[in-house]
């Protein structure tokens, strides 16, 4: 609780980037908004201060050169569209908007969604679950449904689902 509380602009750019760490490596199901945190005491903790300094010089040798933007989707892809782009999109599920914080993407996204995506002039392969709604937004494009199961917060269990590859098809 102490360090979820503690104001990121007070931090080190170490310290901010061990403290993110450690509060997703902890988190539900990789929530940035709204964590909640849990334990499971047939398993052992989920983080290990002493790997901290390796894995952090791990993630800046891996990150060396990449270009991280913050940037509404319809930007990034207007930014970043080429004839030899190919974007992979994992938006929010339809129905839970929300998750990962209130006013990143809404409902109505979908439709602007769609639309961004039809004047591409690179391609894309987007994933999402299986809804009636989804499939209406996106029927101009390619759609493939696969099953796969979701596990977080299954208690060891897994839960079968439906869900769609949709592409540009080009």
Excluded at 9 to 29: H, I, P, S, V, W
Excluded at 32 to 43: H, L
Excluded at 93 to 105: A, D, I, P, R
Excluded at 120 to 141: C, H, K, M, V, Y
Aim: hydrophobic share 35%; charged share 25%.
């Amino acid at each position: 609780e102490q360090l979820r509380q503690t104001d990121a602009e007070t931090l080190t750019d170490l310290e901010r980037a061990a403290r993110f760490l450690y509060l997703q490596k902890l988190a539900y199901g990789g929530k940035v908004a709204g964590r909640t945190f849990g334990v499971d005491p047939s398993r052992p903790g989920r983080f290990n201060l002493n790997t901290l300094g390796p894995r952090l010089e791990e993630l800046h040798e891996r990150l060396a050169g990449v270009v991280i933007e913050c940037l509404d989707f319809e930007a990034f892809l207007i930014r970043y569209d080429r004839p030899g782009t190919l974007f992979y999109l994992d938006p929010p599920y339809w129905g839970s908007e929300g998750y990962y914080g209130k006013e990143l993407f809404s409902r109505a996204d979908f439709e602007r969604l769609s639309a961004c995506l039809q004047r591409l002039s690179g391609r894309f392969i987007l994933s999402i679950n299986d809804t009636p709604q989804i499939r209406e937004i996106f029927d101009w494009a390619e759609m493939e449904p696969v099953s796969t199961a979701y596990t977080v917060g299954g208690k060891g269990g897994s839960k079968p689902v439906g869900e769609l590859i949709i592409t540009s098809g080009n």
